[in-house]
């Protein structure tokens, strides 16, 4: 059974950093596109990152470009989430998930893309 569970989330000052991971067990993350969501409070969920199968492609969200870089660990099965300069705005329940896309080379921030969910880790970010 595919799962997915994240961590590293925390109360972090503004400009600050956090890395979260994202832990895949029934399945090999080198198989999948994987991707990073965000949703605060009352709003929408949100693509926030996506990595290729192939692992050589990746997307951000405008909001996030610069400052966060998605990266993975085929040895640990584990996609990671490194986030800087963290803004009050990046408070959220983070959210990994999982998607078989139809070429390796492909990976897309959109909800409707993914079908398996981790449960989420909060990030607040506030001083």
């Known amino acids: 059974q595919l799962q997915l569970v994240e961590s590293g989330g925390g109360l972090v000052q503004p400009g600050g950093s956090l890395r979260l991971s994202c832990a895949a067990s029934?399945?090999?993350?080198?198989?999948?596109?994987i991707a990073w969501f965000r949703q605060a409070p009352g709003k929408e969920r949100e693509g926030v990152s996506c990595?290729?199968?192939?692992?050589?492609?990746?997307n951000y969200g405008d909001s996030v470009k610069g400052r966060f870089t998605i990266s993975r660990d085929n040895a640990k099965n584990t996609v990671y989430l490194q986030m800087n300069s963290l803004k009050v705005e990046d408070t959220a329940v983070y959210y990994c998930?999982?998607?078989?896309?139809?070429?390796?080379?492909?990976?897309?921030?959109?909800?409707?893309?993914?079908?398996?969910w981790g449960q989420g880790t909060q990030v607040t970010v506030s001083s």
């Open positions: 990595l290729t199968s192939s692992g050589g492609k990746t």
């Open positions: 998930a999982a998607a078989r896309m139809a070429l390796q080379s492909m990976c897309f921030i959109g909800r409707s893309f993914y079908n398996d």
């Open positions: 029934g399945f090999a993350v080198h198989n999948y596109a």
